[in-house]
């Protein structure tokens, strides 16, 4: 194969739709159904969310660094948490906890209505601000915010995705889910577990999912 020029320009050289349509290819076998979700995937540049040194891994089903102790989630996990959120309807409003450079938000983006999602640390929310607006994701709202808190203002939302693992389920999130609504999040310090939850006749669902591996939902801002 030709070497070519690696580019942070979104569809170029080995970042191209063609490296895309691998990734797609692989969730397919991977598991993955939803077409909607899919299709978000593969009209995102993964490679614009990471260092220009990362680029060339962005395709590769593996989380990154991102700086800060923080990574972006291997393209399987943002896939099945997002076609899990879908339940086959359009979203509403989603909330995301856990922005890190917004690569997840980018594909919630195309999949809901409306995105809000809120990070800890400011220097990543800030990057991940300059990647959505250089995708015109035009339906998303960043917070920096503890997200264990939720976002009382925007309540109720009828998706919920947690990106870094919770020792237990807040309950301001669980309050804020509307009823109908669907959360994803992973419970668990060493080892860990996706929980899909949800919220029927005020009463909350509990389904065990897969076992995985997150960062850590931190208290606090930064
Ligand atoms: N959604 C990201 C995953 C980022 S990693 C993706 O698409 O790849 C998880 C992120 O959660 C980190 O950036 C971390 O700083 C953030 N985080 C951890 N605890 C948090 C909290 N209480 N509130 C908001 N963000 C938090």
Same mark, same amino acid.
């Given at each position: ?22 990734? +797609?290819?692989?969730?397919?076998? !991977? ?18 969310? =990471?260092?220009?040194? &990362? ?6 089903? =593996? ?6 102790? !923080? ?6 996990? =943002? ?15 989603? +909330? ?10 980018? @594909? ?6 409306? %995105?809000?999602? %809120?990070?800890?640390?400011?220097? +990543? ?14 339906? %998303?709202? &960043? ?18 995705? %947690? ?20 959360? =994803? ?6 080892? !860990? ?18 076992? @995985? ?10």
């Amino acid at each position: 194969m030709a070497l070519r020029t690696l580019s942070k320009k979104p569809g170029i050289g080995m970042t191209s739709a063609r490296t895309r349509d691998r990734m +797609l290819a692989r969730l397919r076998e !991977q598991g993955i159904k939803d077409e909607a979700t899919l299709s978000a995937i593969g009209e995102i540049p993964r490679h614009i969310f =990471v260092d220009e040194a &990362l680029s060339i891994r962005a395709y590769e089903d =593996v989380s990154l660094p991102i700086g800060h102790g !923080q990574t972006i989630s291997q393209p399987y996990i =943002v896939a099945r948490m997002t076609e899990i959120l879908r339940n086959d309807k359009p979203l509403n409003k989603v +909330l995301e906890i856990g922005t890190g450079c917004g690569y997840q938000t980018a @594909v919630l983006s195309r999949v809901a209505r409306e %995105v809000l999602s %809120v990070e800890r640390i400011r220097p +990543l929310l800030l990057k991940a601000r300059d990647h959505l607006r250089a995708l015109k994701c035009s339906n %998303v709202k &960043l917070d920096h915010a503890d997200g264990s808190k939720g976002l009382e203002d925007y309540a109720p939302f009828d998706g919920i995705i %947690v990106t870094a693992a919770a020792s237990h389920i807040p309950q301001d999130l669980l309050s804020q889910l509307a009823e109908g609504g669907r959360m =994803v999040i992973p419970i668990g310090t060493e080892s !860990q577990t996706l929980y899909l939850i949800e919220r029927l006749n005020d009463e909350f669902k509990k389904t065990e999912l897969e076992a @995985v591996k997150f960062v850590p939902l931190l208290g606090g801002l930064s």
